[in-house]
């Protein structure tokens, strides 16, 4: 499915949102939902010990507490071990999944089948090493992880895609699959290596699509053909434009491969028929500015979900496969009004929509594509914040969506569902049991912004909202390339809720979850709007009696780093304390400089202070560094990462540097009697780790445990105390309410 993420596949600043899957081997597989996004953002700066220890310098007072909650994440970590997921692929006759050492199979036609190793990540690190890349901290670094796997037709190969655990670039290794050997095993059978290879797509059981990334962008596709006397490399597709990034996608019923050309403005899609000789490209339709389109192949024709609805939001239309351009098209279902498309597939003779309501609840619409007025709605349970689909195996007839549905505190439940009767199944029996998902409510509020416009609020919480006025409170925002704010399932946030805190998720404008308009509001000159949007939500949180601003918190990543920053210099009396990952905070810098990776494609979403002085004006208005005072700011944790090449490192320590500067010089402006305690400021370099974190768990698991002793330490809590045995449950409680009320 993934559509959308293919619409917006344009390079962006996004931490990869769940770091959950085998999260208890050695090394944590994060999921890639945002994998399409993976263009770098490259600088250069001086990130030497000596220009940044005295910006680090103070993480030490933390240590103990870091120590404690390293051990309860831990523990919460080993609790949900057995988490569902969707990472392992069904071929015709073998079931192949992930461990840390490598990918395997089962026979399914096996009583008691026994797990093969098909790729054995050990030998890739192995082959690296004779490279005379060998020394013992080079050996250390090269450590491989599974991001992608793909099979071809009929089982012969397997391709998968490799990460080290310090770079973005992955590795694609294809592997030919042949029948069980007699013990000892052979050695799996690497036939071909690729590097930088972003998306890949098997067309026959001997031809792989694929694209790369080279200069640091994703603009050319390939076509690899294994044959008995060799191999040969073809270049397929190249992309001229410096805004569009390209990757190649396969249709849910393997006919059809697409090659989606997309910016953050418009899209073009090639399709190769795959059930054909010739292998080659035709043009959906050309390329046109403000048209959004993606590809799904039905029959003898093609399912389109396109932005050619009322106020330019989603609907899905269709065409036939010999006519696909614009004209053709002929509308099939659009949402109502304030209802936003989020996602599609086609699964049999039906068009599953994947959709938010107005009240901000997931919904699946299902329209039987032989009558598309018979269209009907499948309500799911109303705690649900993310869906994650699974991708059928190549032999799968079965005609039924596969599904997963979870919030930030909810476990993942797996459903199932048959379009053609409406019937919806849940994988497992527990879902709603308070051992698996906990006594908690999710709370959907909207406050008012300064222009009127309510915006969303997700709150969950343990306790009743009018006894919340003494919890601690989390605040989580992003607000920008329209994409939503991540809410799958984190132990991390789990294990605050258990706490006590009361978490926060403020959708302003500038993400998506609201449809395209919600993003239109907030882009270039518009950006105010979305500081202005996350004030409305904490000023309503408060007036409702949630917390207060001595114990909230505000937690933010990559490009959210924009609104949280922008709040912090003007109202940094609201929250008491700030969590930045990977921050984005100097933008108008990074926009006047067209030499940076992004910055060309960035300026659609931020404007060009370089040749728009209104955009100029804008930028400076609300840019994080550039609008630092004397004054005092709430504490803040600021988390970089050396080979992050997304967001300029140069950037963050400016930030920290005239943060702390400003502060030093508000303090001591001001008479003793009126001194206030200084806040701390810190800034937490990780070496190595790119702009998703770290991989290794124990790395991630000691930046999440950092977090949590900041936090606590700053908001002044009582020390925590060790967990309690746990008393034997009753029936869940749970309870979901929709709350519309205006500041």
């Known amino acids: 499915m993934a559509v959308l993420s293919s619409l917006l596949c344009s390079p962006a600043r996004l931490v990869t949102p769940s770091r959950l899957g085998f999260f208890w081997e050695l090394a944590v597989r994060k999921r890639m939902t945002c994998y ?6 490259c600088c250069t700066s001086d990130t030497s010990n000596s220009s940044t220890d005295h910006l680090s310098s103070g993480l030490e007072r933390y240590k103990d507490l ?7 994440l831990k523990a919460t970590y080993r609790r949900f071990s057995n988490t569902p997921d969707h990472s392992s692929i069904c071929g015709h006759h073998h079931e192949y999944f992930i461990e840390s050492d490598g990918i395997y199979r089962l026979d399914q036609r096996q009583s008691e089948p026994v797990s093969e190793q098909v790729l054995n990540l050990g030998q890739v690190s192995g082959q690296e090493e004779k490279t005379g890349l060998g020394n013992e901290e080079r050996k250390q670094r090269i450590q491989w992880t599974v991001q992608r796997i793909r099979l071809s037709p009929q089982e012969k190969h397997l391709a998968a895609t490799l990460k080290t655990t310090n770079g973005e670039e992955p590795r694609c290794v294809v592997v030919r699959l042949g029948k069980r050997k007699s013990s000892p095993l052979d050695p799996p059978h690497v036939v071909f290596t690729l590097d930088k290879v972003l998306s890949f797509e098997w067309a026959t059981d001997e031809v792989l699509f694929y694209t790369t990334l080279e200069g640091l962008r994703c603009r050319r596709v390939f076509r690899l053909d294994l044959t008995s006397g060799g191999s040969r490399i073809t270049s397929v597709y190249e992309e001229t434009h410096p805004d569009v990034f390209v990757e190649v996608a396969l249709s849910r019923d393997r006919r059809i491969l697409s090659v989606n050309c997309s910016s953050r403005t418009s899209s073009e899609v090639l399709l190769i028929d795959t059930t054909a000789s010739h292998l080659e490209p035709l043009l959906v339709q050309p390329r046109q500015p403000d048209l959004l389109y993606h590809v799904e192949h039905w029959r003898k024709g093609l399912i389109i979900l396109t932005n050619t609805g009322p106020g330019q939001e989603y609907q899905v239309v269709q065409a036939p496969l010999s006519e696909p351009h614009m004209v053709s098209w002929v509308p099939v279902f659009a949402p109502g009004p304030g209802t936003a498309i989020k996602d599609m597939d086609v699964v049999g003779d039906h068009c599953v929509v994947v959709a938010r309501t107005p009240a901000g609840e997931l919904i699946l619409v299902v329209v039987p594509l032989t009558h598309p007025k018979e269209a009907y709605t499948v309500q799911l349970p109303s705690w649900a914040c993310a869906i994650q689909t699974k991708t059928p195996g190549v032999a799968d007839q079965r005609g039924v969506f596969d599904f997963l549905i979870s919030s930030p505190v909810h476990l993942p439940v797996p459903y199932c569902l048959n379009p053609a009767d409406g019937l919806l199944l849940s994988g497992t029996g527990d879902e709603t049991s308070p051992e698996s998902q906990g006594n908690y409510t999710t709370t959907r509020l909207e406050a008012c912004s300064q222009d009127g416009t309510l915006v969303p609020v997700t709150l969950f919480h343990s306790k009743p909202v009018e006894s919340l006025g003494q919890a601690p409170l989390l605040v989580h925002v992003y607000g920008a390339y329209g ?3 991540n809410m799958e399932f984190c132990p991390e946030k789990r294990l605050l809720l258990e706490q006590g805190w009361t978490l926060a998720y403020c959708h302003i404008r500038g993400g998506g979850e609201r449809g395209l308009f919600w993003q239109r509001q907030a882009r270039v000159e518009g950006k105010q709007r979305g500081v202005e949007d996350l004030q409305a939500c904490l000023h309503h949180l408060f007036s409702l009696g949630v917390s207060s601003p001595s114990r909230a918190a505000l937690t933010a990543c990559s490009a959210g780093a924009v609104p949280a920053g922008a709040l912090c210099n003007r109202h940094p009396h609201m929250v008491r304390a700030v969590t930045l990952q990977a921050p984005f905070l100097d933008v108008l810098g990074a926009m006047e400089d067209p030499s940076l990776p992004l910055t060309l494609e960035d300026r659609e979403e931020w404007g060009n202070p370089v040749g728009n002085p209104k955009h100029r004006l804008t930028i400076s208005s609300y840019c994080p560094l550039h609008n630092i005072t004397p004054q005092c700011y709430p504490s803040i944790l600021l988390t970089a990462y050396s080979g992050d090449r997304r967001v300029p490192l140069a950037g963050v320590l400016r930030y920290t540097e005239q943060l702390k500067n400003a502060i ?16 701390n400021v810190l800034l937490n370099i990780q070496p190595g780790a790119d702009h998703h974190g770290p991989d290794a768990f124990e790395l991630m698991l000691e930046e999440e445990a950092l ?6 330490t700053e908001l002044d809590l009582d020390p925590p105390r060790p967990p309690r045995r746990r008393k034997r449950w009753h029936s869940y409680q749970g309870e979901v309410r929709n709350l519309t009320t205006m500041t």
């Open 664 to 679: 030093h010089t508000h303090l001591t402006m001001k008479p003793e009697s009126e001194c206030e305690p200084a806040p």
């Open 36 to 41: 399409s996004l993976s263009v770098l953002r």
């Open 483 to 485: 994409r939503d704010l």
């Open 66 to 72: 870091q120590k404690y909650f390293s051990r309860r």
């Open 707 to 712: 977090t949590l002793a900041f936090l606590h």
